[in-house]
Antibody, heavy 128, light 113 residues
Framework: EVQLVQSGAEVKKPGESLKISCKGS????????IGWVRQMPGKGLEWMGI????????RYSPSFQGLVTISADKSINTAYLQWSSLKASDTAMYYC?????????????????????WGQGTLVTVSS | DIVMTQSPDSLAVSLGERATINCKSS????????????LAWYQHKPGQPPKVLIY???TRESGVPDRFNGGGSGTDFTLTISSLQAEDVAVYYC?????????FGQGTKLEIK
């Protein structure tokens, strides 16, 4: 079974740094793009960026470029989302999700696919 | 960036009735090389991660009830729930995966009337 398991909830103060994780299992982690999606309280889903773990090719939304860093360690099947200096406005649920799909015995990777499956989400609260 | 606009923002439908959600993209998400629309629909319930319902604009994900149907092409798309069930209460999002950033619509909240 393809599964993404995210790290637990975090409570941080403004200005602190943070790195949350997303561990994949049940598939060749390096060969499928992984993305991050933000949901601020009471708001919709926002596409933050994606990474290809095999070579760390990364694409960011202009809205998040320079504000977060997406990385991956293919040796431990884990993707990361990190902040160097958190703000209260970073308070949100963050989801990771895989791109690509399998139909029968054929599997397709690439970034021009929908998100499936998703991790369970990591709630980040930033408050003084 | 491709802007995705859903309508309505919220919708209340009686049990057993039809629900229709619209999604419009600011540019075509139909790729001429494969004649596929790079458009997905997700269902998002409180306390759960989003779940893909439809991809390629009209292909139902395995296990999704056949009351969920996607249609449209180019820039205009619809998600139709033919006979609303109580468990369909959720927020629904369209997403284009034609080009990065692979933007979502703002969401449509579906409730029971």
């Amino acid at each position: 079974e393809v599964q993404l398991v995210q790290s637990g909830a975090e409570v941080k103060k403004p200005g602190e740094s943070l790195k949350i994780s997303c561990k994949g299992s049940g598939y060749n982690f390096a060969r499928y793009w992984i993305g991050w999606v933000r949901q601020m309280p009471g708001k919709g889903l926002e596409w933050m960026g994606i990474i290809y773990p095999a070579d760390s090719d990364t694409r960011y939304s202009p809205s998040f470029q320079g504000l977060v860093t997406i990385s991956a360690d293919k040796s431990i099947n884990t993707a990361y989302l990190q902040w160097s200096s958190l703000k209260a406005s970073d308070t949100a649920m963050y989801y990771c999700a895989r791109l690509g799909y399998c139909s029968g015995v054929s599997c397709y990777s690439g970034y021009r696919f929908w998100f499936d499956p998703w991790g369970q989400g990591t709630l980040v609260t930033v408050s003084s | 960036d491709i802007v995705m606009t859903q309508s309505p923002d919220s919708l209340a439908v009686s049990l057993g009735e039809r629900a229709t959600i619209n999604c419009k993209s600011s540019q075509s998400v139909l790729y001429s090389s494969d004649n596929k629309n790079y458009l997905a629909w997700y269902q998002h319930k409180p306390g759960q991660p989003p779940k893909v319902l439809i991809y390629w604009a009209s292909t139902r994900e395995s296990g999704v009830p056949d009351r969920f149907n996607g249609g449209g092409s180019g820039t205009d798309f619809t998600l139709t729930i033919s006979s609303l069930q109580a468990e369909d209460v959720a927020v629904y999002y369209c997403q284009q995966y034609y080009s990065a950033p692979q933007t979502f619509g703002q969401g449509t909240k579906l409730e029971i009337k």
